[in-house]
Each structure stands twice: as C-alpha cells, then as structure tokens.
C-alpha cells in the first residue's frame, strides 16, 4: 500500500470514542475497518476530504490493515476502479480516507449502531450494491 500511516482528526477522534462506547470494540483499528467497509458498501462515491486540524488518531498501515492488507488495498483498488481512478499512488490513499473518514461519520451517526451484530448488518450486507 502506497501509504504508511493513518491521521485521523479530532472530530473523527470523538465519533470512534462514540464507537468504542455503543459497541465494546476497544481497538481504533478495528473500528476503522469496520468504517472503511460500511462505506465501501455505500455505493456512492465518498467526498474529497481535507486535512482538518491537528491528528488526534495515528496508527501505521500494519496495524489498520494486519494480515489481511492485500485484502484491503484491494477493495480500495476495485472502488477505485469501479469510479473511473487509478487506484496508483496518492490516489489509493486519498481513497482510503475518505472511506474511513465517511464510515467513521456513518457508523457514528446512526443509533442503531449499538454492537458488533449492528456492525455486521450495516457494514457486510449480504447484497452488495452494484458499482
């Protein structure tokens, strides 16, 4: 992955404080790629984001992705795809937080969002939208 590290900000900081507390997930990385899913099953494309703030969450490409990296900059390589980008260089990972930062905000957002059972219905719909 032609990233190295995740920067989070502070408001995205708080929505994964949100997050922690509704659903007993501890690990900010497993909560952003539960983020990065729910909004990959979003079929619309993710807003451009821009730096906002100093970071309030860091954590490398290792401990986002784990064993399962190709996996994920796959998924984020196939989206980009599927919206007409390169998925090469900044463009992967411009792509990538977007998706965190819109999942974050989604998953934060909506009530419903109280466990890991509310997580897997929202993130890993057994129908996937078409691209």
Known sequence: ???????????????????????GIRNWNVLCRWALCASLAESSTPPEIEPQGETAVE?????????QSALYEALVAQRCVAERREPAGGVLAQQLHAHIYRGIGYLAGNPDVSSIAALTRIAAPREMPAP
């Not at 954590?59 to 064993?67: I, N, S």
Request: proline fraction near 3%.
């Open 1 to 23: 992955m032609p990233i190295e590290s995740i920067r989070l900000n502070q408001r995205a900081k708080d929505q994964l404080i949100t997050l922690k507390r509704r659903t």
């Open 59 to 67: 954590m490398t490409w290792r401990t986002f992705a784990g064993e």
